[in-house]
């Protein structure tokens, strides 16, 4: 109810003696003419005048007359003004008091403003924010049962019921039955929903990230009385809130998880230098130091056979400035700030096709220039891992790297001309199954599809589908 329609308290103000008067002034007037009447009745007799009959009564009569009509006319309009005067104040009053209602309603609204940034600014989860979604609007709007729905997004069927107080499953079934919120289409502002089956109201108060819609609550009332106009629009501030701190909350999640996934990336890829280094660099080294001994020896007892050492171990060594070049290349930072993701992925496999004397080949155009961090890491780890692969192990002289679009997703594939292997079975070399089950895991947590095809003597293709929309 607002503040024009309140029933104001009476204002009682103290009694006037004007007042008094009024109510005085038929007695006063009636005593005043009788008065002048009596005074003109015995002036004849002080003055010693003589006065006919007629003339007498006509003074008596009319000085009677205009002494009361004098009187009683003086005191009413005394009395209209100072009633006029109590009407200005106590309509001051009253607009003082309406004015002090409205200023306690402004602050109870700031209040309850204040309230929500506060909770929003010290909440660090998004159950917290969920919790605020429900408690707030319902400050504002008591009602006896509440639902709090979250629309579906990428990885997320919906709508959810993220946050439900005060009904049961079967009874918020029964209550959307009746007033069918969830028919209800893209909408900004509060609405109030009826039903001719139940009593009471439904209020839907619509989350949107200023673009589209994320979700709603729904207040369900015994009562089907609406909020007046000020309260609502409190109410749809209260909302954008609560939407602005649910999408934030999301993002920083997000960012929090790729940058996890970042921090987890670099660990894998260290870890995979450290085993590439252990089992070929360091084991070369250890396993050519232990015969450095019997090279001494066939000094002078078998010259030819140290020759023969010697040009084994050239070659081992070469080996192994190719696997050292390598792990040095993998350190390196990519430069996607400065090329963009797609420069830098191209630049990334042209190097690395360089050091390897490959011949390349890279069609990068169906990569979408705007893609989630994840997506991105993704794909270049998958396009990184199935290089590495190639070079330690198809000995290929051609390989293909290819991203197209596809079903709704990306299309990764990473073949080569080299020795390949039979269908089924994957070499045992060292770091192999590891790098390939890492890979795999990768994909299935981004909801794809990983496929190795080879055949002996004719390559090897990696073949890659992770799920992509241009909304995503």
Not at 69 to 76: G, K
Not at 180 to 199: E, F, H, I, K, N
Not at 325 to 341: N, S, T, W
Not at 408 to 435: K, T
Request: hydrophobic share 45%.
């Amino acid at each position: 109810m607002s503040v024009e329609q309140a029933e104001l308290p009476g204002i009682n103000l103290p009694e006037s003696r004007w007042l008094l008067l009024l109510k005085l002034r038929w007695p006063l007037g009636a005593a005043i003419t009788l008065a002048f009447a009596l005074g003109q009745l015995v002036e004849p007799f002080l003055l010693g005048e003589a006065r006919a009959l007629p003339r007498l009564l006509l003074d008596v009569v009319a000085w009677g007359l205009l002494g009361g009509l004098a009187v009683w006319v003086s005191l009413t309009w005394a009395s209209r003004q100072e009633q006029r005067y109590q009407v200005g104040i106590e309509r001051s009053l009253r607009e003082q008091q309406v004015l002090n209602q409205r200023l306690q309603r402004a602050n109870s609204q700031l209040e309850l403003l204040s309230a929500v940034n506060r909770q929003i600014a010290e909440s660090t989860t998004l159950d917290q924010i969920l919790d605020a979604g429900l408690e707030f609007p319902r400050r504002l709007a008591p009602a006896r049962a509440a639902a709090l729905v979250l629309h579906g997004s990428a990885g997320l069927a919906g709508p959810i019921d993220a946050r439900v107080d005060g009904a049961g499953p079967g009874e918020l079934e029964q209550l959307r039955a009746a007033f069918a919120p969830q028919r209800l289409g893209t909408v900004r502002t509060p609405v109030y929903l009826t039903s001719p089956q139940r009593s009471g109201a439904c209020l839907v108060l619509p989350l949107h990230d200023g673009v589209a819609p994320i979700g709603r609550i729904e207040l369900y009332h015994e009562r089907a009385t609406q909020l007046p106009a000020d309260e609502l629009a409190l109410l749809e501030t209260i909302g954008n809130e609560i939407a602005e701190a649910i999408v934030g909350t999301r993002r920083r999640s997000h960012e929090e998880r790729a940058i996890y996934q970042l921090e987890q990336a670099i660990a894998d890829e260290r870890a995979r230098i450290a085993r590439d280094i252990h089992d070929g660099l360091a084991q070369t080294l250890a396993f050519q130091r232990m015969r450095v001994d019997l090279w001494l020896d066939w000094v002078a007892s078998d010259p030819q056979r140290l020759r023969d050492e010697l040009k084994a171990f050239k070659q081992a060594l070469r080996e192994q400035i190719v696997e050292l070049r390598r792990a040095i290349f993998a350190l390196r930072p990519v430069q996607f700030d400065e090329l963009g993701f797609a420069g830098g992925l191209n630049r990334y496999i042209t190097e690395f096709a360089g050091q390897q004397g490959w011949q390349m080949r890279a069609d990068l155009a169906g990569l979408p220039s705007t893609l989630a961090r994840e997506l991105e890491a993704a794909c270049f780890r998958i396009v990184q891992e199935g290089l590495n692969n190639i070079a330690k192990h198809a000995g290929a002289r051609q390989v293909e790297v290819i991203i197209d679009r596809i079903d709704q997703g990306l299309r990764i594939r990473v073949r080569d001309d080299g020795r390949g292997f039979a269908p089924g079975q994957l070499p045992e070399l060292p770091g192999e199954r590891v790098g390939l089950r890492q890979m795999r895991e990768r994909v299935v947590a981004l909801h794809g599809q990983l496929t190795l095809l080879a055949h002996p003597g004719a390559g090897t293709e990696l073949q890659v589908w992770l799920p992509w929309r241009p909304d995503s």
